[in-house]
């Protein structure tokens, strides 16, 4: 079984800021590893996933994610962020070669203020 | 653009009065979820196809059911709506061995 943790339910910070929003996993077995958004009222999309290769993945809007093996973390980063970045962020596992079902943290709200 | 569609994406209801959300795809993949998301919470998986087999998760209520005549689609049947049901539906699909997801726009269900 795989557990989500996401350490942070809300995130405040400035326009224009840098900002990290932490995710640590717990599993028994190797997975993937996704970073969602959701918007208000609307459906979550996909952000950035790790697969394989480089710990370093880089997303969609200027967001990047390290996973680090050893500290089983998959922390999001970006160096500025905007207004229209406010949304809830969501980390997922998948487990690698066998079960469909995702595994989601809880949920980070980031709250950006002018 | 292949995507993930859902109608409609607001709901009313009346308490007990039964409704059935819809989910299509243009992306031709394998398996299909419904979610429920309250305020605030991350989705909440109810159930899953993988092609035609459905598989129900061990805590959905029974009040909820599912359909998926095809691959193109999928409904989710609230029998008898409870207040408790309020929520966002998610309709996601996934095709890769990866399991990425896609989403669709969701339905905000509300119960009067």
């Known amino acids: 079984a795989q557990s989500v943790t996401q350490l942070d339910s809300q995130v405040p910070v400035f326009e224009e800021a840098p900002v990290e929003l932490r995710c640590n996993y717990s599993?028994?077995?190797?997975?993937?590893l996704f970073w969602y958004v959701q918007y208000p009222n609307q459906g979550l999309q996909l952000l950035l996933k790790y697969l394989s290769g480089s710990t370093l993945v880089k997303g969609i809007n200027g967001f990047e994610a390290e996973f680090n093996k050893s500290q089983t973390s998959f922390h999001l980063r970006k160096p500025s962020v905007h207004i229209s970045d406010t949304a809830e962020y969501f980390c997922a596992v998948t487990p690698r070669g066998g079960s469909y079902i995702p595994t989601f943290g809880r949920g980070t709200s980031l709250i950006v203020h002018p | 653009d292949a995507m993930v569609i859902q109608n409609p994406r607001y709901q009313v209801t009346q308490f007990g009065k039964p409704v059935t959300l819809s989910c299509s795809q243009t992306?031709?993949?394998?398996?299909m979820y419904w979610y429920q998301q309250k305020s605030s919470q991350a989705p909440k998986l109810l159930f899953h196809y993988y092609d035609k087999d459905f598989n129900n998760e061990a805590d959905t209520p029974d009040n909820f059911q599912s359909r998926r005549p095809n691959t193109s689609f999928c409904f989710l049947d609230i029998r008898s709506p409870g207040l408790g049901d309020a929520a966002m539906y998610l309709c996601a699909t996934s095709g890769d061995t990866y399991n990425e997801q896609f989403f669709g726009p969701g339905t905000r269900l509300t119960v009067l």
């Open positions: 599993s028994s077995v190797s997975v993937y």
């Open positions: 992306l031709n993949h394998n398996v």
